[in-house]
């Protein structure tokens, strides 16, 4: 299995900060890295396909980057809605599978 | 727009069989593949397998023994049945469409359904 490692676990920010997430993979995956919102009590929601694809109707302040084994999610200028977990996910191969998650929190 | 929806027993007997449904409306079952996703409380993602509409299956080495999948063309459906339940298996069970077209990205969900194992 692909083991996926995020970091930070957790992280405490201000409205306008810009945030930065990081997901290793323990293997090359090229691009196939997605990045997910959650909201407690709600669905994960899919941010970024393709390790850089924004998707459609998400606000262009959520960025991605990175291909092989390093990705990157930027989230330009914190807004109060952007208070969630975010996941990373690798589909290169099966058993699909994510990251441990990221809690941004308000400072 | 496509919306999936889950269905099925929130309470289920230790030892006994979890079931669970999800039908998926406003678009075709075909050309995608369909995964389940469980989520304990308090903690991350695990994805548990998925199918396509061909009835072929991918199942997490985790889970394989207990789990099968199967899929309904007729009635826009697709399943889940997870075996030998324990505590463990306690959860939030999403199900997902997986998107060739967007990198393989899960980008659709259903909203998720709480699956408690006891007595």
């Known amino acids: 299995d692909i083991q996926m490692t995020q970091s930070p676990s957790s992280l405490s920010a201000s409205v306008g900060d810009r945030v930065t997430i990081t997901c290793r993979a323990s293997?090359?995956?090229?691009?196939?890295l997605s990045w997910y919102q959650q909201k407690p009590g709600k669905a994960p929601k899919l941010l970024i396909y393709a390790a850089s694809s924004l998707q459609s109707g998400v606000p262009s302040r959520f960025s991605g980057s990175g291909s092989g084994t390093d990705f990157t999610l930027i989230i330009n200028s914190l807004q109060p809605e952007d208070f969630a977990t975010y996941y990373c996910q690798q589909s290169y191969s099966t058993p699909r599978t994510f990251g441990q998650g990221t809690k941004v929190e308000i400072k | 727009q496509v919306q999936l929806q889950e269905s099925g027993p929130g309470l289920v007997k230790p030892s006994e069989t979890l079931s669970l449904t999800c039908t998926v409306s406003?678009?075709?079952?075909?050309?995608?593949?369909w995964s389940w996703v469980r989520q304990p409380a308090g903690k991350g993602l695990e994805w548990i397998g998925r199918?396509?509409?061909?009835?072929?299956?991918n199942y997490n080495p985790s889970l394989k023994s207990r789990v099968t999948m199967s899929v309904d063309m007729s009635k826009n459906q697709f399943s889940l049945k997870l075996s030998s339940v324990t505590a463990a298996d306690t959860a939030v069970y999403y199900c997902?469409?997986?998107?060739?077209?967007?990198?393989?990205?899960?980008?659709?969900w259903g909203q998720g359904t709480m699956v408690t194992v006891s007595s």
């Open positions: 406003g678009g075709s079952i075909t050309s995608y593949y």
């Open positions: 199918i396509y509409i061909s009835g072929s299956t």
């Open positions: 293997q090359s995956i090229s691009s196939y």
């Open positions: 997902a469409r997986e998107d060739s077209g967007s990198g393989r990205a899960f980008d659709i």
